[in-house]
């Protein structure tokens, strides 16, 4: 079983950038897959990057080219650099984890493990 804390988020202006991590407990943290969701209000969860053990990295759309995400096994940390942000990227967001091989980790459904959220506001 492993604990994620979440942590990073916090109030800037558009064009701004943003470093968020997520601290893993446990000595297998580098078995599992980590990924990022968000959730604005009044809309659902969505996937924003996952990185695979392997250290292959997944984005959505939305933050390709703008969002990186990476991992330090030796630290069981794996940190989302957003640049660029912009209002629509406001919303809670949560690290999520799998030690399980997926096909699509673009599915909340597919992480066991969950951070407690933490808020990406965004003004312009």
Do not use: H
């Amino acid at each position: 079983q492993v604990q994620l804390v979440d942590s990073g988020g916090g109030s800037v202006q558009a064009g701004d950038s943003l470093r968020l991590s997520c601290t893993a407990s446990g000595r297998t943290f580098s078995s599992y897959a980590v990924g990022w969701f968000r959730q604005a209000p009044g809309k659902e969860r969505a996937f924003v990057a996952t990185i695979t053990p392997s250290g292959r990295t997944i984005y959505a759309d939305s933050v390709k080219g703008r969002f990186a995400i990476s991992r330090d096994n030796a630290k069981n940390t794996v940190v989302l650099q957003m640049n660029s942000l912009k209002p629509e990227d406001t919303a809670g967001y949560s690290c999520a984890a799998t030690l399980y091989y997926r096909t699509n980790y673009e599915y909340s459904r597919g992480y066991d493990y969950w951070g407690q959220g933490t808020q990406v506001t965004v003004s312009s």
